[in-house]
């Protein structure tokens, strides 16, 4: 038996309610962090304002995330998997299409992934901060560059052989892109369309030819 089997439609209507208000609170915190954390920073943002901007409670915050620091591990990781999966939509696309050079299926989620970076800069900058960010965050950084690695390792299975450049190439590939990205985040003129897709478009082409197998 279901464990609400015996619940009074009354009582599942209360949970529904209770649930859907308990996620609208959370997204309302998470989206009043990234104002607050993009506006002013990590550091000088306040827990005060962000519960302003929410219209919620600091108990709320307690409750959800745990503090300031946990709020902004949990607004990356929500980026995370935001660019992630456009990247991997990007990739299951192209394989839709019929292409199945491996190479070219990583070329299609990096540049997603790319496009993705530009188009939300100012979210991209905050967690490509090196020195505004909560203690520990770096960790979580190298953490995630490992989960990409692992996942264009993935993706170039198919072309690697028992040599050191097959093994290597996750690394390269995923270090290209992340130049990329860089280059995005850091140059003042990237709100410039022609600019960031020159970046964008350059990073591609140097990830085709790491991606290049000589004959």
Known sequence: MRPDAGAKPDDRSRRDWTWKRTSQTRLALLNAARDSFVEVGFTRSSIADVVERAGSSVGSIYHHFGGKAELFVALFED?????????????????AQGITDPVELFVAGARAYLEYTRDNLAESRLFASSSDVPPGFDILINKDSRVWQRRTQGLLSAMQDDDVESAMLPTVLTAIVVAGVQELITTESVADTAHSERIIDTTIAYVRRAGTRPD
Request: hydrophobic residues 40%; without cysteine.
């Open 79 to 95: 980026f995370d998997r935001r660019t992630t999966a456009v990247a991997d939509a990007a990739t299951d696309d192209a394989r």
